[in-house]
Nanobody, 127 residues
Framework: QVQLVESGGGLVQPGGSLRLSCAAS????????LGWFRQAPGKEREGVSC????????FYGDSVKGRFTIARGNDKNTVYLQMNNLKPEDTAVYYC????????????????????WGQGTQVTVSS
């Protein structure tokens, strides 16, 4: 049974930093992509960042480029999201996602390309 477990969310002031972690288990063949999405109240789930496990390519949403960094852990099924210079508009529930039948390329953020999802971790940016 595949499980994705997120950690690292919390309350931070604007301009602060957080690091989210996601540990994926239960799929011995490996995932093609590990990514992060977020969903704010009343809004659709949006792609934040993704890492292609085959070639290491990374993808970022326009609103987080230059501030967020995705990285893979030494354990191949662990992925981190370093979030710097956080803004109130980054407030959302952040979800880890793993793709086996991932689309890739310009379609990296399509939720239908991810097969497994974590339960989410709340990130609140407020003074």
């Amino acid at each position: 049974q595949v499980q994705l477990v997120e950690s690292g969310g919390g309350l931070v002031q604007p301009g602060g930093s957080l690091r989210l972690s996601c540990a994926a288990s239960g799929w011995s063949l490996g995932f093609y992509a590990l990514g992060w999405f977020r969903q704010a109240p009343g809004k659709e789930r949006e792609g934040v960042s993704c890492l292609s496990t085959s070639d290491g390519r990374t993808f970022y949403g326009d609103s987080v480029k230059g501030r967020f960094t995705i990285a893979r852990g030494n354990d191949k099924n662990t992925v981190y999201l370093q979030m710097n210079n956080l803004k109130p508009e980054d407030t959302a529930v952040y979800y880890c996602a793993a793709g086996i039948n991932w689309y890739g390329g310009s379609r990296w953020a399509q939720t239908s390309g991810y097969d497994y999802w974590g339960q989410g971790t709340q990130v609140t940016v407020s003074s």
